[in-house]
């Protein structure tokens, strides 16, 4: 297994941009997340899915969108950038009846 | 709001010390207690979790001890070493409709000096 795979390592946008962050994962995990991690605020969540065609919210969720159209693929759309979601990503699965989560390499954004 | 409060945010100690993380919860429907371990440029590391019917867990140099009254748990490290050098994250979660989502710590940076 590959485990949970981010796609790109790094970015670079301009304000006002979009993009698409990558994650996917190989090991048929139902519920999946999308942390972004800023110093000293540890990580926080902004949307997660409990299976494919299934999705809610976290902690901070304004200005992304998520989508689960398969159990493997879990990608984090940004429709406008802005400077304050200069942050690293992460993405996570968890096994199914078990509590840890299990987090990707990441991805670091710089939006300028 | 920051439902889970971790300390300090920085620790340095001599290798084979006992660092010691220390981290406080609010909300008493949390049920699961990991701490997590992230070296630089890598993602958190599930490390060692325990659920609040325990008061100590052991897993190899790593302990967790938790005290279910005064809703605080922390991470021990024994016998310490220059590769445990690395942020540490405690986190919760609760089960049921919250669906397990886990709301982290501040993180703690630890140095291990040789």
């Known amino acids: 297994n590959a485990g949970v795979t981010q796609t790109p390592k790094f970015q670079v946008l301009k304000t006002g941009q979009s993009m698409t962050l990558q994650c996917a994962q190989d090991?048929?995990?139902?519920?999946m997340s999308w942390y972004r991690q800023d110093p000293g605020m540890g990580l926080r969540l902004i949307h997660y899915?409990?299976?494919?065609?299934?999705?809610d919210q976290g902690e901070v969720p304004n200005g992304y969108n998520v989508s689960r159209s398969t159990t493997e693929d879990f990608p984090l759309r940004l429709l406008s950038a802005a400077p304050s979601q200069t942050s690293v990503y992460f993405c996570?699965?968890?096994?199914?009846?078990?509590?840890?989560?299990?987090f990707g390499p990441g991805t670091r954004l710089l939006v300028l | 709001q920051q439902q889970v409060k971790q300390s300090p945010q920085s620790l340095i100690v001599q290798k084979g010390g006992i660092p010691i993380i220390n981290c406080a919860y609010e909300?008493?429907?949390?049920?699961?207690f990991p701490w997590y371990q992230q070296f630089p440029g890598k993602g958190p590391a599930l490390l060692i979790a325990?659920?609040?019917?325990?008061s100590e867990k052991k897993e190899g140099r790593f302990t967790i001890s938790f005290n279910k009254s005064a809703k605080q748990f922390s991470l021990h490290i024994m016998d310490s070493q220059p590769g445990d050098s690395a942020t540490y994250f405690c986190a919760a979660s609760a089960g049921g409709t919250s669906y397990g989502k886990l709301t982290f710590g501040q993180g703690t940076i630890l140095t291990v000096h040789p």
């Open positions: 090991m048929n995990h139902e519920y």
């Open positions: 899915s409990v299976g494919a065609g299934i999705t």
């Open positions: 996570a699965s968890r096994p199914p009846g078990q509590r840890g989560q299990y």
């Open positions: 325990i659920r609040p019917d325990v």
């Open positions: 909300n008493t429907a949390f049920d699961y």
